[in-house]
Protein backbone atom coordinates (compact mmCIF):
# COMPACT_ATOMS: atom_id res chain seq x y z
CA UNK A 1 0.00 0.00 0.00
CA UNK A 2 1.61 3.25 -0.97
CA UNK A 3 1.69 5.75 1.46
CA UNK A 4 -0.97 8.36 -0.02
CA UNK A 5 -3.57 5.51 0.67
CA UNK A 6 -2.96 5.10 4.24
CA UNK A 7 -6.21 5.88 6.50
CA UNK A 8 -4.94 9.22 8.86
CA UNK A 9 -7.31 8.72 11.80
CA UNK A 10 -7.34 12.24 12.65
CA UNK A 11 -8.46 13.56 9.37
CA UNK A 12 -12.50 13.95 8.89
CA UNK A 13 -14.45 14.02 5.83
CA UNK A 14 -17.60 15.34 4.98
CA UNK A 15 -19.95 14.59 1.63
CA UNK A 16 -22.34 17.61 1.33
CA UNK A 17 -25.93 17.96 -0.99
CA UNK A 18 -27.29 20.80 -0.03
CA UNK A 19 -26.26 24.00 1.60
CA UNK A 20 -28.04 22.46 5.18
CA UNK A 21 -25.77 19.47 5.32
CA UNK A 22 -22.36 22.35 4.82
CA UNK A 23 -24.58 24.69 7.42
CA UNK A 24 -24.90 21.42 9.75
CA UNK A 25 -20.91 20.62 8.57
CA UNK A 26 -19.47 23.78 9.64
CA UNK A 27 -21.15 23.52 13.21
CA UNK A 28 -19.66 20.46 13.92
CA UNK A 29 -16.33 21.10 12.84
CA UNK A 30 -16.12 25.18 14.97
CA UNK A 31 -17.73 22.40 18.07
CA UNK A 32 -14.41 20.42 18.16
CA UNK A 33 -11.74 21.39 20.07
CA UNK A 34 -9.06 23.92 18.86
CA UNK A 35 -6.29 21.16 18.25
CA UNK A 36 -8.52 18.71 16.11
CA UNK A 37 -9.72 22.26 14.02
CA UNK A 38 -8.52 22.58 10.32
CA UNK A 39 -7.53 19.06 9.27
CA UNK A 40 -11.05 18.19 7.70
CA UNK A 41 -12.18 18.10 3.97
CA UNK A 42 -14.80 19.50 2.76
CA UNK A 43 -16.97 17.62 -0.36
CA UNK A 44 -19.86 19.50 -2.25
CA UNK A 45 -22.23 17.17 -4.49
CA UNK A 46 -23.04 18.92 -7.20
CA UNK A 47 -26.19 16.79 -7.96
CA UNK A 48 -28.49 18.44 -5.94
CA UNK A 49 -27.60 21.52 -5.77
CA UNK A 50 -25.99 24.78 -7.92
CA UNK A 51 -23.78 25.72 -4.71
CA UNK A 52 -22.57 28.84 -7.17
CA UNK A 53 -19.42 30.61 -5.51
CA UNK A 54 -19.79 28.61 -1.74
CA UNK A 55 -16.55 26.77 -2.06
CA UNK A 56 -14.39 30.65 -2.93
CA UNK A 57 -16.85 31.54 0.46
CA UNK A 58 -15.81 28.10 2.57
CA UNK A 59 -12.05 28.21 1.51
CA UNK A 60 -11.52 31.79 2.70
CA UNK A 61 -13.27 30.92 6.08
CA UNK A 62 -9.83 28.86 6.81
CA UNK A 63 -12.30 26.32 8.64
CA UNK A 64 -11.60 23.08 6.00
CA UNK A 65 -8.32 22.05 4.74
CA UNK A 66 -9.60 21.41 1.38
CA UNK A 67 -13.09 21.92 -0.34
CA UNK A 68 -13.42 19.59 -3.20
CA UNK A 69 -16.29 19.42 -5.92
CA UNK A 70 -17.93 15.97 -6.56
CA UNK A 71 -19.26 15.39 -10.29
CA UNK A 72 -21.77 12.86 -8.53
CA UNK A 73 -24.20 11.22 -11.19
CA UNK A 74 -27.41 9.78 -10.66
CA UNK A 75 -28.61 6.39 -11.79
CA UNK A 76 -30.07 8.32 -15.18
CA UNK A 77 -27.24 9.53 -16.31
CA UNK A 78 -26.29 5.77 -16.85
CA UNK A 79 -28.98 3.94 -19.42
CA UNK A 80 -27.60 0.63 -18.73
CA UNK A 81 -28.93 0.90 -15.30
CA UNK A 82 -32.23 2.64 -15.92
CA UNK A 83 -32.65 -0.99 -18.22
CA UNK A 84 -32.45 -2.55 -14.48
CA UNK A 85 -34.75 -0.50 -12.87
CA UNK A 86 -37.73 -2.02 -14.88
CA UNK A 87 -40.75 -4.27 -12.84
CA UNK A 88 -39.86 -7.92 -14.36
CA UNK A 89 -43.17 -8.54 -12.32
CA UNK A 90 -41.70 -10.85 -10.35
CA UNK A 91 -40.47 -10.68 -6.88
CA UNK A 92 -37.46 -13.00 -7.07
CA UNK A 93 -36.40 -11.35 -10.54
CA UNK A 94 -36.79 -7.66 -9.46
CA UNK A 95 -34.39 -8.73 -6.39
CA UNK A 96 -32.09 -9.82 -9.04
CA UNK A 97 -31.63 -6.84 -11.11
CA UNK A 98 -31.07 -4.95 -7.75
CA UNK A 99 -28.08 -7.17 -7.33
CA UNK A 100 -26.99 -6.32 -10.25
CA UNK A 101 -27.82 -2.47 -10.19
CA UNK A 102 -26.52 -2.32 -6.98
CA UNK A 103 -23.02 -3.47 -7.97
CA UNK A 104 -23.00 -2.15 -11.50
CA UNK A 105 -23.91 1.37 -10.10
CA UNK A 106 -21.09 1.51 -7.65
CA UNK A 107 -18.64 1.04 -10.63
CA UNK A 108 -20.38 3.51 -12.54
CA UNK A 109 -20.10 6.20 -10.25
CA UNK A 110 -16.35 5.25 -9.41
CA UNK A 111 -14.43 7.50 -12.09
CA UNK A 112 -16.24 10.62 -10.69
CA UNK A 113 -15.64 10.24 -6.86
CA UNK A 114 -12.92 12.92 -6.71
CA UNK A 115 -10.66 11.43 -3.20
CA UNK A 116 -9.84 8.50 -2.06
CA UNK A 117 -12.20 7.86 0.87
CA UNK A 118 -9.84 5.01 2.52
CA UNK A 119 -7.59 7.69 3.47
CA UNK A 120 -9.76 9.46 6.15
CA UNK A 121 -10.48 8.24 9.64
CA UNK A 122 -14.04 9.65 9.92
CA UNK A 123 -16.11 10.03 6.41
CA UNK A 124 -19.97 11.77 7.08
CA UNK A 125 -22.33 11.54 4.36
CA UNK A 126 -25.43 13.51 4.33
CA UNK A 127 -28.39 11.91 2.69
CA UNK A 128 -26.50 8.50 1.98
CA UNK A 129 -29.16 7.30 0.05
CA UNK A 130 -27.24 9.70 -2.54
CA UNK A 131 -25.01 7.47 -5.06
CA UNK A 132 -22.27 7.78 -3.00
CA UNK A 133 -23.60 5.32 -0.18
CA UNK A 134 -23.97 2.48 -2.34
CA UNK A 135 -20.31 3.48 -3.65
CA UNK A 136 -18.70 3.54 -0.09
CA UNK A 137 -20.68 0.24 0.73
CA UNK A 138 -19.80 -1.57 -2.24
CA UNK A 139 -16.22 -0.65 -1.78
CA UNK A 140 -16.49 -2.04 1.86
CA UNK A 141 -15.47 1.97 3.11
CA UNK A 142 -17.37 2.30 6.17
CA UNK A 143 -19.00 5.93 6.97
CA UNK A 144 -21.19 7.79 9.54
CA UNK A 145 -24.57 9.00 7.96
CA UNK A 146 -26.41 12.16 8.65
CA UNK A 147 -29.71 13.11 8.13
CA UNK A 148 -30.98 14.54 5.47
CA UNK A 149 -32.75 17.97 7.14
CA UNK A 150 -33.28 18.85 10.56
CA UNK A 151 -35.82 15.30 11.62
CA UNK A 152 -35.89 13.94 8.37
CA UNK A 153 -36.96 10.72 9.48
CA UNK A 154 -39.76 12.08 11.77
CA UNK A 155 -42.67 12.09 9.20
CA UNK A 156 -41.59 8.79 7.58
CA UNK A 157 -38.17 6.66 7.43
CA UNK A 158 -37.61 6.47 4.04
CA UNK A 159 -35.40 2.64 4.94
CA UNK A 160 -39.01 1.46 5.27
CA UNK A 161 -40.97 3.31 2.50
CA UNK A 162 -38.56 2.04 0.11
CA UNK A 163 -38.32 -1.30 0.99
CA UNK A 164 -42.24 -1.97 1.65
CA UNK A 165 -42.74 -5.69 1.46
CA UNK A 166 -40.42 -8.20 2.88
CA UNK A 167 -38.55 -5.92 5.02
CA UNK A 168 -36.46 -8.20 6.89
CA UNK A 169 -35.60 -10.30 3.74
CA UNK A 170 -33.78 -6.94 2.32
CA UNK A 171 -32.40 -5.54 5.66
CA UNK A 172 -30.69 -9.25 5.82
CA UNK A 173 -28.97 -8.76 2.28
CA UNK A 174 -28.54 -5.29 2.73
CA UNK A 175 -26.90 -5.03 6.33
CA UNK A 176 -25.03 -8.35 6.51
CA UNK A 177 -24.63 -9.50 2.47
CA UNK A 178 -24.06 -6.11 1.20
CA UNK A 179 -25.93 -7.42 -1.59
CA UNK A 180 -28.51 -4.43 -2.37
CA UNK A 181 -28.33 -1.31 -0.64
CA UNK A 182 -30.50 0.65 1.80
CA UNK A 183 -30.25 3.96 3.31
CA UNK A 184 -30.52 5.89 6.71
CA UNK A 185 -28.25 3.26 8.41
CA UNK A 186 -29.66 0.16 7.05
CA UNK A 187 -26.39 -0.96 4.95
CA UNK A 188 -23.50 -2.78 5.91
CA UNK A 189 -20.96 -0.30 6.01
CA UNK A 190 -22.78 2.44 7.76
CA UNK A 191 -21.46 2.97 11.35
CA UNK A 192 -24.31 4.78 12.44
CA UNK A 193 -26.40 7.41 11.90
CA UNK A 194 -26.76 10.96 13.36
CA UNK A 195 -30.24 12.40 13.86
CA UNK A 196 -31.11 15.45 15.22
CA UNK A 197 -33.68 13.75 18.01
CA UNK A 198 -34.34 10.37 18.53
CA UNK A 199 -37.46 10.19 20.21
CA UNK A 200 -39.46 11.51 17.21
CA UNK A 201 -38.73 8.50 15.12
CA UNK A 202 -40.74 5.72 15.13
CA UNK A 203 -38.06 3.06 14.50
CA UNK A 204 -35.72 2.28 17.57
CA UNK A 205 -32.60 1.08 14.95
CA UNK A 206 -29.81 0.59 17.20
CA UNK A 207 -27.38 2.65 14.87
CA UNK A 208 -29.40 5.89 15.25
CA UNK A 209 -27.16 8.13 16.84
CA UNK A 210 -28.63 11.88 18.69
CA UNK A 211 -26.59 14.86 17.78
CA UNK A 212 -28.66 17.79 18.70
CA UNK A 213 -28.71 20.23 16.49
CA UNK A 214 -29.61 23.82 19.12
CA UNK A 215 -26.36 22.09 21.24
CA UNK A 216 -24.26 22.70 18.05
CA UNK A 217 -25.69 26.28 17.72
CA UNK A 218 -25.31 26.99 21.48
CA UNK A 219 -21.39 26.01 21.42
CA UNK A 220 -20.02 28.59 18.77
CA UNK A 221 -18.75 31.49 19.73
CA UNK A 222 -18.64 35.05 18.58
CA UNK A 223 -15.86 34.65 16.08
CA UNK A 224 -17.50 31.12 15.10
CA UNK A 225 -20.80 33.20 14.49
CA UNK A 226 -18.86 36.04 12.32
CA UNK A 227 -17.33 33.18 10.30
CA UNK A 228 -20.94 31.42 9.64
CA UNK A 229 -21.91 35.17 8.22
CA UNK A 230 -19.62 35.40 5.97
CA UNK A 231 -19.76 32.34 4.18
CA UNK A 232 -24.02 32.12 4.02
CA UNK A 233 -24.95 35.84 3.95
CA UNK A 234 -23.43 37.36 0.58
CA UNK A 235 -25.80 40.72 0.40
CA UNK A 236 -25.47 41.88 4.01
CA UNK A 237 -26.43 45.33 3.17
CA UNK A 238 -29.57 43.59 1.83
CA UNK A 239 -29.64 41.51 5.14
CA UNK A 240 -29.82 44.33 7.33
CA UNK A 241 -32.62 46.36 4.79
CA UNK A 242 -34.76 43.33 5.96
CA UNK A 243 -33.65 44.00 9.52
CA UNK A 244 -35.04 47.56 9.61
CA UNK A 245 -38.32 46.24 7.97
CA UNK A 246 -38.67 43.09 10.36
CA UNK A 247 -40.59 44.93 13.15
CA UNK A 248 -42.27 41.45 14.84
CA UNK A 249 -45.11 41.37 12.59
CA UNK A 250 -43.52 39.18 9.92
CA UNK A 251 -45.18 36.25 8.52
CA UNK A 252 -42.70 34.32 6.86
CA UNK A 253 -43.36 31.30 4.46
CA UNK A 254 -40.61 28.60 3.78
CA UNK A 255 -40.93 26.89 0.51
CA UNK A 256 -40.66 23.41 -0.88
CA UNK A 257 -39.50 22.01 -3.85
CA UNK A 258 -42.74 20.48 -3.85
CA UNK A 259 -45.27 19.13 -7.24
CA UNK A 260 -44.61 20.72 -10.55
CA UNK A 261 -43.50 24.60 -10.64
CA UNK A 262 -46.90 25.84 -11.58
CA UNK A 263 -48.81 23.72 -9.03
CA UNK A 264 -46.09 24.55 -6.71
CA UNK A 265 -46.90 28.48 -7.48
CA UNK A 266 -50.76 28.16 -6.90
CA UNK A 267 -49.99 26.51 -3.36
CA UNK A 268 -47.36 29.33 -2.06
CA UNK A 269 -50.06 31.95 -3.55
CA UNK A 270 -52.69 30.33 -1.65
CA UNK A 271 -50.66 29.72 1.79
CA UNK A 272 -49.95 33.71 0.97
CA UNK A 273 -53.93 34.44 0.66
CA UNK A 274 -54.23 32.68 4.23
CA UNK A 275 -51.77 34.94 5.76
CA UNK A 276 -51.21 37.74 4.61
CA UNK A 277 -54.17 39.68 6.98
CA UNK A 278 -51.79 38.56 9.80
CA UNK A 279 -49.21 40.16 8.79
CA UNK A 280 -46.13 41.88 6.52
CA UNK A 281 -45.12 38.57 4.16
CA UNK A 282 -41.69 37.37 3.99
CA UNK A 283 -40.38 34.26 1.84
CA UNK A 284 -37.65 31.61 2.33
CA UNK A 285 -37.23 29.98 -1.07
CA UNK A 286 -35.45 26.19 -0.01
CA UNK A 287 -32.15 25.77 -1.62
CA UNK A 288 -33.58 23.61 -4.29
CA UNK A 289 -36.79 25.22 -5.06
CA UNK A 290 -36.21 26.29 -8.74
CA UNK A 291 -39.36 28.61 -9.16
CA UNK A 292 -38.52 32.42 -9.58
CA UNK A 293 -40.14 33.63 -6.45
CA UNK A 294 -37.99 37.27 -6.80
CA UNK A 295 -39.82 38.05 -10.11
CA UNK A 296 -43.31 35.99 -9.13
CA UNK A 297 -43.96 37.10 -6.13
CA UNK A 298 -42.22 40.38 -6.41
CA UNK A 299 -44.79 42.61 -4.04
CA UNK A 300 -43.25 40.34 -0.97
CA UNK A 301 -39.60 40.27 0.49
CA UNK A 302 -37.83 36.84 -1.02
CA UNK A 303 -34.82 35.58 0.82
CA UNK A 304 -31.28 34.26 -0.88
CA UNK A 305 -32.43 30.66 -1.13
CA UNK A 306 -29.14 29.71 -0.53
CA UNK A 307 -29.32 31.07 3.16
CA UNK A 308 -30.16 28.22 5.61
CA UNK A 309 -32.92 29.39 7.39
CA UNK A 310 -31.02 28.80 10.97
CA UNK A 311 -29.12 31.36 10.17
CA UNK A 312 -31.77 33.41 11.91
CA UNK A 313 -31.00 32.47 15.40
CA UNK A 314 -27.44 34.64 14.54
CA UNK A 315 -29.37 37.68 15.06
CA UNK A 316 -31.13 38.77 17.94
CA UNK A 317 -33.01 41.53 16.24
CA UNK A 318 -34.95 38.69 13.61
CA UNK A 319 -38.45 38.04 15.34
CA UNK A 320 -41.48 36.88 13.03
CA UNK A 321 -45.11 36.80 14.21
CA UNK A 322 -45.34 33.45 11.95
CA UNK A 323 -43.22 30.60 10.39
CA UNK A 324 -45.45 28.82 7.95
CA UNK A 325 -44.25 25.79 5.90
CA UNK A 326 -46.01 22.73 4.19
CA UNK A 327 -43.34 19.85 5.27
CA UNK A 328 -40.36 21.55 6.88
CA UNK A 329 -39.67 20.66 10.42
CA UNK A 330 -39.89 23.37 12.14
CA UNK A 331 -38.28 22.33 15.62
CA UNK A 332 -35.28 24.63 16.10
CA UNK A 333 -37.17 27.95 15.42
CA UNK A 334 -37.18 30.13 18.01
CA UNK A 335 -37.47 33.71 16.31
CA UNK A 336 -41.52 33.12 15.86
CA UNK A 337 -44.05 33.80 17.92
CA UNK A 338 -46.12 30.69 16.17
CA UNK A 339 -45.11 28.02 13.87
CA UNK A 340 -47.36 26.23 11.59
CA UNK A 341 -46.69 22.89 9.59
CA UNK A 342 -49.77 22.72 7.54
CA UNK A 343 -48.88 19.13 6.71
CA UNK A 344 -50.56 15.66 4.64
CA UNK A 345 -54.25 17.37 4.42
CA UNK A 346 -53.26 20.71 3.13
CA UNK A 347 -51.19 19.09 0.29
CA UNK A 348 -54.47 16.59 -0.63
CA UNK A 349 -55.63 19.46 -2.10
CA UNK A 350 -52.93 19.79 -4.95
CA UNK A 351 -51.67 16.28 -5.27
CA UNK A 352 -52.51 12.40 -5.06
CA UNK A 353 -52.66 11.81 -1.76
CA UNK A 354 -50.40 8.61 -2.22
CA UNK A 355 -47.98 10.72 -3.17
CA UNK A 356 -47.25 12.41 -0.02
CA UNK A 357 -48.71 10.36 2.79
CA UNK A 358 -45.79 7.90 2.93
CA UNK A 359 -46.00 7.39 6.72
CA UNK A 360 -49.56 5.43 6.65
CA UNK A 361 -48.27 3.47 4.02
CA UNK A 362 -45.65 2.36 6.31
CA UNK A 363 -47.85 1.75 8.79
CA UNK A 364 -49.98 -0.53 6.85
CA UNK A 365 -47.39 -2.56 5.35
CA UNK A 366 -45.52 -3.17 9.00
CA UNK A 367 -49.29 -4.45 10.80
CA UNK A 368 -49.39 -7.07 8.51
Same mark, same amino acid.
Given at each position: ?190 ? &??? +?? %??? /????? #???? !?? =? @? ?85 ? &??? +?? %??? /????? #???? !?? =? @? ?49
Amino acid at each position: MSSSSVKNLDKRIYVCHTYYHVFVTILKELNLPCEKQGNATLVLSKMSNDFEDLKTRVEKSGIFESVIEFDEKRDTFFPELMELKKDRGNVLKNMYCRILYTKAYAKLEAPYVPVDFRQYGDIYVFCDGDPIGRYLNQNRIRYHAVEDGLDTLKPCVQAHYDNRGFFRLKKFMSMQLNLIFMCDGYSKYCI &DME +VN %DKS /VIDDD #FYKY !KE =V @RRQALMDGLSETDREKLISIFIRDMDGFNAFLSKCAGDGILLLTEPLCTLDIRERIFRDIIDMYKGDGTIFIKPHPRDELDYASKFS &DYW +VF %DRT /VPMEM #FKLF !KD =V @RFRKVVGVYTQLGMIDFADEKIMLGDDFMDKYEDPDVHRKAEKVKAEFKK
